[in-house]
């Protein structure tokens, strides 16, 4: 943190460049094989949390990743012309959302979502852009400055309203009492 | 707990309406390895000799290589196995792509189809979801528009579907079986059509178990790296624009005319141009670092890909220049037809009709224009309408119908499978045995691993044995230092090299892997990705199997023998395997068939092409022996080719 209350965070970006992918889907592979447990143990395309929306017909090859779990469906879809070819809004949303079982785990449906392959000790680049032999992503990280977050005191009161509704004020207050002496 | 392989097959009855999931024996697994291997298999054990491949008893089956699907790159190969009405003998095609990488995360390492549907169906798999559809509404239907009209049916655009054309529909035997714009070209389509079987759609999300995790990745990663950068493998006609390999020296119109000095700067530089002003991008199959596929767009027409020498057989068999493949190859595509016989045999009866074998009535209002007359007789062929119900035989069927001379016109097949037109000069004793022998009927599916050429220059000789790994035994590296001229290499030698070109393919079409990384890509420069050192381990790593090379190398012995065995079974005999007459100018008959019989004898088959029991029985394949005793086709008691006194009287 800097005297300015701005702190430096390094912004992890995969860029996808739709021009090279061919649709082979080794990005898919490597991070399904990256997640799977143990490690590597198994393929499952639809464990990754990065996909190909493909189409040869009409030359469509994007790779998205997942991102936030939605609970509501578009209220209306939009429709993108993009270098003379027409993309839906699916296409490019990375979300877990009801209208499609993209980016959802195919056992108990919970929403899947890209954590740049986060390991101890860290990866040089996430899995799907090492897997990547056409340059359709590249991995980059950059510094970015950004406000020191303010503590949003009503945020916080509201949740412990709501726990307290929930489980009485007496185990919020015990199980606080609890964590502080751990901590 | 299996690995690499699921463990279960589909089998789906279309006549009983039947839908069953089974679990497999592993053992097979490690003896047959899976794609060909147990498709062949499953053909010798469940379709009895006599069976009309057009009946329902025969089998369709899509089998996935053992690891496809898996994290091993280039592996995406599915062996789609039946016996072929265009000869009645073992029909084989790959498909690529994505279906068999699918089918395996839908918990299915193949789908066996038995059974005629009383109309139309499809097939519609999501994991343990199996349903016959009705599919009536698509009838007729072109290759694409079913494709997106069943996706958009089950609302899963993830799906992946393979289908038939309206040429499928109507069992023409050229008729090919499409996922995307990949394809199962060749022998299987009709029989998808005779089970009244429109497509099948498969989604899956199940994992595919791999026995090894960690060295399995290193290793496959590994791979991808050395695949992605070794410039000897993939498709180089997908990216180099020199095409004058095969303008220059393969025949024109009907496997006819060769042109030796097509190729110009000039040509080259316009083509190019057509190619990149069209070209959207470069495509890819699953897990594969080579992109092997031109995705072109030409006006009015579909989007589509080609690979290799699809680039080229429209425009060679019509004498006209790459713009005639870019507008007609999606048009044949659509209708569901073979990029590499259909040209053929549109020329052939463009040639009949010059010949006047055949005449103006049976080409009703045909337009003059060469071009023209293509698309004609393309429609007619795919929809059986007037002359095409005839052609839809292929060369041999219809030069059969057709008869007045139209044999003689039939000169390009082998056991009535149409080949690549290459008419040649001197004989090539290995591609003699190839082209004569191979059970896959086609060279594309059979050469590959030895060098084609020799190179004279003996420090890059010894320079290209040095970096030679792929090589699987020493004594080829002796015949290739000793190798001056190509058509000269002791006999040994030519059956030997045969042998292990039939090897490569044997493994990579029972493992899923693709011929461009590995069986067809040592002929040029040696260095292929696969070879049969580091398959074994690959096998060990990825599906738990305990493999080395020589075990894998009696696998493929073993799938050979059962391939040739049902081939043998439904009559297949030495007079049947003979290249065609013309493939060289200069032949040799007497020597060709020594040749011939030395290649019989090394397999440990009968004078006239048959394993011997005792081949059989080495092979674990006691009881294929067994059935080819009771069935009449061995007594038990042959010995092998050069053993036999009618090779001894020939040799005097």
């Given at each position: 943190m800097d005297n300015n209350g701005k702190r430096k965070k390094i912004v992890k970006e995969i860029k996808v460049?739709?021009?090279?992918?061919?649709?082979?889907r080794a990005c898919e592979i490597a991070c399904s094989a990256f997640h799977a447990v143990p490690k590597y143990s198994s393929i499952n395309a639809a464990r990754s949390r990065i996909m190909v929306v493909m189409d040869e017909f009409r030359d469509i090859f994007v790779p998205i990743r997942a991102g936030e779990y939605t609970q509501a469906e578009c209220n209306g879809r939009n429709r993108y012309v993009i270098d003379g070819k027409e993309y839906d809004a699916c296409t490019f949303c990375p979300a877990s959302c009801p209208?499609?079982?993209?980016?959802?785990?195919?056992?108990?449906g919970l929403p899947l979502k890209c954590?740049?392959?986060?390991d101890e000790p860290p990866l040089e680049e996430p899995m799907c852009v090492q897997a990547c032999?056409?340059?359709a992503l590249t991995y980059e990280e950059r510094e970015e400055e950004v406000e020191?977050?303010?503590?949003k005191w009503d945020d916080i009161k509201i949740a412990f309203e709501s726990l307290a509704k929930r489980h009485g004020v007496k185990k919020v207050m015990d199980t606080f009492t609890r964590l502080s002496k751990k901590g | 707990m299996r690995y690499a392989e699921t463990g279960f097959q589909l089998e789906v009855d279309l006549s009983k309406g039947s839908i069953e999931k089974v679990e497999t024996d592993p053992g097979d697994t490690a003896l047959y390895i899976g794609g060909l291997g147990i498709g062949a298999k499953l053909l010798f054990d469940r379709?009895?000799?006599?069976?009309?491949?057009?009946?329902?008893d025969n089998l369709l089956i899509f089998g996935n290589g053992l690891?496809?699907?898996?994290?091993?790159?280039?592996?995406?190969r599915l062996s789609v196995d039946t016996i072929a009405p265009v000869n009645g003998f073992l029909g084989h095609s790959l498909m690529g792509g994505f279906f068999g990488a699918e089918m395996k995360m839908a918990g299915y390492d193949r789908i066996v189809i038995r059974g005629e549907a009383p109309d139309l169906v499809y097939l519609a798999i999501h994991n343990d979801k199996v349903e016959i559809r009705d599919a009536r509404h698509l009838r007729g239907r072109l290759m694409d528009e079913t494709q997106t009209l069943i996706k958009e049916e089950l609302n899963d655009r993830r799906a992946w579907v393979a289908a038939i054309g309206p040429a499928g529909e109507n069992r023409v035997i050229m008729a090919s079986i499409d996922c995307g714009n990949s394809s199962?070209?060749?022998?299987v389509g009709p029989v998808m059509g005779a089970k009244k079987l429109k497509a099948i759609a498969i989604r899956g999300t199940k994992d595919v178990y791999v026995a090894h995790p960690a060295e399995a990745w290193e290793m496959c990663s590994r791979l991808r790296k050395e695949l992605d950068a070794n410039?000897?493998?993939?498709?180089w006609m997908a990216t180099d624009e020199d095409d004058s390999f095969h303008h220059n020296n393969f025949a024109w119109g009907n496997a006819r005319v060769?042109?030796?000095?097509?190729?110009s700067d000039e040509l080259e530089e316009r083509w190019r141009n057509l190619k990149y002003d069209h070209m959207s991008r470069w495509t890819g199959c699953?897990?594969?670092?080579?992109?092997?596929?031109n995705l072109i767009q030409w006006p009015g027409r579909r989007r589509f890909s080609y690979k290799c020498y699809g680039k080229d057989t429209y425009h060679m068999a019509a004498f006209q220049e790459l713009d005639f493949t870019y507008e007609i190859l999606p048009i044949g595509m659509d209708l569901g037809l073979d990029s590499y016989s259909t040209p053929q045999v549109i020329a052939f009866a463009l040639e009949l009709l010059d010949a006047g074998i055949l005449t103006g009535k049976d080409f009703?209002?045909?337009?003059?224009d060469i071009r023209q007359r293509f698309y004609y007789l393309l429609h007619k062929i795919a929809y059986r309408d007037g002359i095409g119900d005839i052609l839809a035989h292929g060369v041999s069927g219809a030069a059969a119908i057709i008869g007045n001379g139209a044999e003689q016109f039939?000169?390009?097949?082998?056991k009535k499978f149409e080949q690549l037109p290459i008419k040649l000069g001197k004989l090539n004793p290995a591609y003699f045995l190839m082209i004569a022998t191979g059970e896959e009927m086609a060279i594309t599916q059979t050469?590959?691993?030895?060098?084609?050429d020799p190179i004279p220059d003996p420090e890059l000789r010894e320079e290209f044995i040095k970096n030679w790994?792929?090589?699987?035994?020493k004594k080829f590296e002796e015949w290739f230092r000793q190798w001056?001229?190509?058509?000269?290499?002791p006999d040994q030698a030519m059956v030997e090299i045969s042998d292990w070109n039939e090897c490569m393919h044997y493994l990579d079409d029972s493992m899923g892997l693709c011929g461009f990384v590995?069986?067809?890509?040592?002929?040029?420069?040696?260095?292929?990705?696969?070879?049969v050192w580091n398959m074994p381990d690959l096998i060990t790593l990825v599906a738990g199997i305990e493999m080395d090379k020589d075990r894998l190398w009696e696998c493929f012995q073993r799938i050979r023998n059962l391939a040739r065995a049902i081939n043998s079974r439904r009559?297949?005999?030495?007079?049947?395997?003979?290249?065609?007459?013309?493939?060289?100018a200069v032949r040799d008959e007497e020597y060709e068939q020594q040749l011939l019989t030395k290649y019989y004898d090394f397999k440990g088959?009968?004078?006239?092409?048959i394993p011997t029991k005792e081949t059989l029985e080495k092979l674990s394949l006691g009881y294929v022996a067994e059935d080819l005793i009771k069935n009449g086709?061995?007594?038990?008691?042959e010995v092998t080719a050069l053993k036999d006194a009618r090779a001894k009287k020939k040799k005097e």
């Open positions: 460049d739709i021009s090279k992918c061919v649709g082979c209208s499609r079982d993209w980016f959802k785990e195919p056992d108990s954590d740049m392959c986060e032999t056409f340059g020191e977050e303010e503590v | 379709v009895p000799p006599g069976t009309d491949p057009w009946s329902p690891l496809n699907g898996t994290c091993v790159p280039g592996a995406n199962a070209a060749r022998t410039p000897n493998i993939g498709d060769r042109r030796k000095n097509f190729w699953w897990n594969c670092p080579k992109a092997c596929h009703p209002d045909m337009p003059s039939d000169h390009n097949t082998v050469e590959g691993s030895f060098p084609q790994i792929a090589v699987p035994d001056e001229k190509r058509d000269q290499l590995s069986s067809f890509r040592g002929q040029f420069g040696g260095t292929t990705g696969y070879h009559g297949l005999r030495r007079h049947m395997e003979r290249p065609p007459e013309d493939h060289w088959w009968t004078f006239d092409g086709v061995l007594t038990g008691n």
